[in-house]
């Protein structure tokens, strides 16, 4: 049987996407070699990374996705400053932070982890950090690239934009193409 390449995400509304699509143009992606863009309709909020599933297991999933969101309402994010993990000074991902009613958000994603984890889903480690990612810095970057790179980053001026209410989140399938991921969404829950 076939597996799915598959993540739990918040899909972006249009404006959010419009407002990602700027930041990132005002970076210079053409500038930039030495970094991986993510197309702006390719962006979304991640809340967990399953890995490769079976088809059979969508059903249970989605299950479970639903009722670990059960108590959770309706809320608010926005877009904040943009940054870089792991520092500004040697980036590895680009990405813009995640704010507004980030408390819901972040409970929303820990019972996500916790009820996936009884499907043999590990949990996360490390702490949840809401962002979406605009790029990736390619391994053959030199340290000045990087450098100059987090010095873009955070001399960026930014202005937040309207919020998007979150409403529903979505079991995502991943496939990989030689231009990159394409997305599809397999289940969608929503928040009441």
């Not at 590895?92 to 984890?117: F, H, M, N, P, Y």
Request: proline fraction near 6%; aromatic fraction near 6%; charge should be positive.
């Amino acid at each position: 049987m076939a597996q799915i390449r598959s993540f739990v995400a918040i899909e972006l509304s249009e404006s959010i996407k419009e407002s990602l699509s700027a930041i990132a143009g005002k970076l210079q992606p053409s500038k930039h070699r030495c970094v991986k863009w993510v197309a702006p309709d390719g962006i979304h909020l991640t809340l967990k990374f399953l890995g490769n599933i079976y088809a059979d297991q969508v059903p249970g999933i989605t299950e479970a996705i639903a009722s670990a969101s059960r108590d959770i309402s309706p809320f608010e994010i926005q877009l904040g400053a943009p940054g870089a993990f792991p520092n500004l000074r040697q980036p590895r991902v680009i990405w813009v932070a995640v704010t507004g009613e980030v408390k819901q958000l972040k409970e929303l994603q820990q019972d996500v982890d916790i009820a996936l984890s009884h499907f043999g889903f590990e949990r996360e480690k490390r702490p949840f950090t809401p962002h979406l990612t605009l790029g990736r810095i390619r391994e053959g970057a030199s340290s000045g690239d990087r450098e100059r790179i987090g010095k873009e980053v955070s001399a960026l001026k930014f202005r937040s934009g309207p919020p998007m209410e979150v409403n529903g989140i979505s079991l995502m399938r991943s496939t990989l193409m030689a231009s990159g991921a394409v997305y599809d969404r397999l289940a969608t829950i929503e928040l009441r």
